[in-house]
């Protein structure tokens, strides 16, 4: 092989292993007052199984909370799309007795213009109107805004949750407007995406609204 040969490859090497690396939303453990943010892994597929017991949560049809048998196909989904850097799947533990009790990820990551989704969030129904949600939010946007220069972060959700859009709303964020016909649904049905965003310029008022939040709470 010759000289140019050797360089060309070695050039298409480095630039391989760069891809590789450079990861614009790196593993990381998020601590609050009331739970922690865990980096997804196969090694918690049971206990997030058990945590969708507690309110048969893989019942709801607008929603994608894994059952206890599909678990652990769920996390082997998640870690798929860690590894195209398109997701960074976290498991939230509560703080006081250790328990798993849900999971969230940034999601649809656009690596080159710093924009990312949380999504893919859901709670044990016992912690659904706790303080949790309100800090993981929290502790997600500081880290999107103030360490990773995010220039938006979205949230989108079934037209038909409710609930879902009213938490979102609460949260400070605005709604850009529905996606139709967006997503075919496991029963067949067409799912109409709600999406809403908060863009950089506003985070320093969310986040003093997230924190009053949370102090009215305590």
Same mark, same amino acid.
């Given at each position: 092989?010759? #000289?140019c040969?050797?360089y $060309?490859?070695q /050039?298409?090497?480095?630039?391989?292993k760069?891809?590789?690396?450079n990861?614009?939303?790196?593993?990381i453990?998020?601590?609050?007052?009331?739970?922690?943010?865990e980096?997804?892994?196969?090694e918690?597929a049971?206990?997030?199984?058990?945590?969708?017991?507690?309110?048969?949560?893989?019942?709801?049809?607008?929603?994608?909370?894994?059952?206890?048998?599909?678990?652990?196909?769920?996390?082997?989904?998640?870690?798929?799309?860690?590894d195209?850097?398109?997701?960074?799947?976290?498991?939230?533990?509560? %703080?006081?007795?250790?328990?798993i009790?849900?999971?969230?990820?940034?999601?649809?990551?656009?690596? /080159?213009?710093?924009?990312?989704?949380?999504?893919?969030?859901? $709670?044990a129904?016992?912690?659904?109107?706790?303080?949790?949600?309100?800090?993981c939010?929290?502790?997600?946007?500081?880290?999107?805004?103030?360490?990773?220069?995010?220039?938006?972060?979205?949230?989108?959700?079934?037209?038909?949750?409710?609930?879902?859009?009213?938490?979102?709303e609460?949260?400070?964020?605005k709604?850009?407007?529905?996606?139709? %016909?967006? /997503?075919?649904?496991?029963? #067949?049905?067409?799912?109409?995406t709600?999406?809403?965003?908060?863009?950089n310029?506003?985070w320093?008022?969310?986040?003093?609204?997230?924190?009053?939040?949370?102090?009215?709470? /305590?």
């Amino acid at each position: 092989m010759g #000289g140019c040969d050797s360089y $060309y490859l070695q /050039q298409a090497f480095t630039q391989e292993k760069k891809h590789v690396m450079n990861r614009w939303i790196e593993p990381i453990t998020l601590k609050g007052d009331y739970a922690t943010l865990e980096p997804l892994s196969l090694e918690h597929a049971h206990e997030l199984g058990e945590a969708s017991k507690d309110g048969e949560l893989w019942k709801l049809w607008y929603t994608a909370v894994p059952s206890p048998e599909s678990a652990e196909q769920y996390v082997k989904d998640a870690l798929a799309m860690f590894d195209k850097h398109t997701a960074m799947p976290f498991v939230i533990r509560k %703080n006081n007795g250790g328990k798993i009790i849900g999971s969230t990820r940034f999601c649809n990551i656009d690596e /080159q213009n710093h924009r990312a989704e949380i999504g893919y969030t859901w $709670y044990a129904k016992s912690q659904q109107r706790s303080p949790i949600n309100t800090e993981c939010k929290l502790m997600l946007l500081t880290h999107a805004f103030e360490q990773l220069e995010a220039i938006a972060v979205e949230f989108r959700t079934h037209w038909h949750n409710q609930a879902s859009r009213r938490a979102i709303e609460r949260l400070g964020a605005k709604r850009d407007g529905v996606l139709r %016909n967006h /997503q075919k649904m496991a029963d #067949g049905s067409y799912r109409d995406t709600v999406v809403f965003s908060i863009i950089n310029l506003e985070w320093p008022s969310v986040k003093k609204g997230l924190e009053f939040k949370l102090q009215e709470k /305590q």
